[in-house]
């Protein structure tokens, strides 16, 4: 299985600022036939389902804000949010469509400061 | 506007088999895609169970496989997940979920892009 680890668990940013996370993947996501990354992120918040924000890690989904960024390749990759909103507070997960069994990161909690 | 919508008992006695179905609105459930269910124990992480291809074909996590079976019901536009034996540690939000797609040039792993609300099934005497 492709183990994904996020750092940090756990995030405190300032409204207005950046906040940055990353996911690690135990081994590379990046499929050579066609140079995509196997990679999407995810927001959740308390009593809803995911939210699909980024996928093959850096397209934005329809409607997501331009705040939110995606970016890394192989088995490094980051989750920008440019300027932090109130709206944003929930926990953000990544997650491989490399290969089964699909995998995700363990979540990391993004609050306000 | 596509929409997933989980149904089934909230609560599952230990050693019975938990059922749940997903019924897709909005869109036809054999167009192409791939229908998963995923589940995240109260407090936890996500867990991907499984997925079904509307043809048939079937992929298991391996940790659940024994014990897990995805089928499919095109007429009712549909599918569902049954879960054997099931204890404590089955506790979840369950949520069902489309991804991938096929073409007449292959089947392709993609993201998760539309979910249900999610179920609450605890596993309890």
């Known amino acids: 299985d492709i183990v994904m680890t996020q750092s940090p668990d756990s995030l405190s940013v300032s409204l207005g600022e950046r906040a940055t996370i990353n996911c690690k993947s135990s081994?590379?996501?990046?499929?050579?036939?066609?140079?995509?990354?196997?990679l999407a992120w995810y927001q959740q918040k308390p009593g809803q389902p995911p939210k699909l924000l980024i996928y093959w890690a850096s397209t934005r989904e329809s409607g997501v804000p331009d705040r939110f960024s995606g970016s890394g390749s192989a088995t490094d990759f980051t989750l920008t949010i440019s300027s932090l909103q109130a709206e944003d507070v929930a926990v953000y997960y990544c997650q491989q469509y490399f290969s089964t069994p699909y995998t995700f990161g363990q979540g990391t909690k993004l609050e306000i400061k | 506007q596509e929409q997933l919508q989980e149904s089934g008992p909230g609560l599952v006695k230990p050693s019975e088999t938990l059922s749940l179905t997903c019924a897709v609105s909005?869109?036809?459930?054999?167009?192409?895609?791939?229908w998963g269910w995923i589940r995240q124990p109260p407090g936890k992480g996500l867990e991907w169970i499984g997925s079904i291809y509307p043809s048939g074909s079937t992929y298991y996590n391996p940790s659940l496989k024994s014990r897990v079976t995805i089928s499919v019901d095109t007429s009712k536009n549909q599918f569902s997940l049954k879960l054997s034996s099931v204890t404590a540690a089955d506790t979840a939000v369950y949520y069902c979920?489309?991804?991938?797609?096929?073409?007449?040039?292959?089947?392709?792993?993609?993201?998760?892009?539309?979910w249900g609300q999610g179920t609450l099934v605890t596993v309890s005497s």
């Open positions: 081994q590379s996501v990046l499929y050579s036939s066609n140079n995509k990354n196997y």
């Open positions: 909005g869109y036809s459930i054999s167009s192409g895609y791939y």
């Open positions: 979920a489309r991804h991938g797609y096929c073409t007449t040039g292959g089947c392709y792993h993609t993201y998760f892009d539309y």
